[in-house]
């Protein structure tokens, strides 16, 4: 059962889009094999959130500084979005990150089960960057085969999610 947002701004982040706040709102989106990153600092209330369409831009340097469309591509947004906690002198070991969404919403036939679909990229790729990023995963709910509406509320970091049914 989702909660009462109403007295909240409620912002919605289209794919290739992300938000930064340290006010308290709740953002949404939905995601199929998009990936959504969340991360959020407790004692200073900042909450950002993603939702990336793509595992990585191969046209960009390693740090991503030539990216053209950051918010578009896992490996990008994780390096932007460490970048904004990095700026304001945030322990890495601080930040909250979640992950969500990475499905196989598109029918694939039986002999296809091992291919590595957008969605198992991106959540490869997220795994991979925040690795390398020493960033510590809290939560996630990633996979399967339906999308995800999530909700995030940015005062306290939290992830309401509703399971999208797959009618096709």
Same mark, same amino acid.
């Given at each position: 059962?989702?909660?009462?947002?109403?007295?909240?701004?409620?912002?919605?982040?289209?794919? /290739?889009?992300?938000?930064?706040?340290?006010?308290?709102?709740?953002?949404?989106?939905?995601? /199929?094999?998009?990936?959504?990153?969340?991360?959020?600092?407790?004692?200073?209330?900042?909450? /950002?959130?993603?939702?990336?369409?793509?595992?990585?831009?191969?046209?960009?340097?390693?740090?991503?500084?030539?990216?053209?469309?950051?918010?578009?591509?896992?490996?990008?947004?994780?390096?932007?979005?460490?970048?904004?906690?990095?700026?304001?002198?945030?322990?890495? @070991?601080?930040?909250?990150?979640?992950?969500?969404?990475?499905?196989?919403?598109?029918?694939?036939?039986?002999?296809?089960?091992?291919?590595?679909t957008v969605g198992r990229q991106n959540i490869q790729m997220a795994h991979e960057i925040l690795s390398q990023h020493n960033m510590i995963i809290?939560?996630?709910?990633?996979? /399967?085969?339906?999308?995800? @509406?999530?909700?995030?509320?940015?005062?306290?970091?939290?992830?309401?999610?509703?399971?999208?049914?797959?009618?096709?």
């Open positions: 059962m989702k909660p009462d947002f109403s007295k909240l701004t409620n912002v919605y982040i289209q794919p /290739g889009e992300a938000c930064f706040t340290v006010n308290p709102i709740v953002v949404s989106t939905v995601l /199929g094999s998009c990936l959504s990153i969340t991360m959020f600092h407790k004692a200073k209330k900042l909450a /950002g959130i993603s939702h990336c369409q793509l595992p990585n831009n191969r046209n960009c340097d390693s740090a991503c500084h030539t990216c053209s469309d950051p918010w578009k591509y896992v490996n990008c947004t994780i390096v932007h979005m460490i970048k904004k906690f990095d700026d304001l002198k945030i322990n890495r @070991k601080e930040i909250e990150v979640k992950l969500f969404g990475g499905a196989d919403v598109l029918k694939t036939s039986h002999g296809e089960k091992k291919i590595s809290s939560a996630t709910d990633v996979g /399967g085969r339906f999308g995800r @509406k999530i909700f995030f509320l940015t005062e306290t970091g939290e992830i309401f999610l509703n399971r999208l049914k797959n009618d096709g």
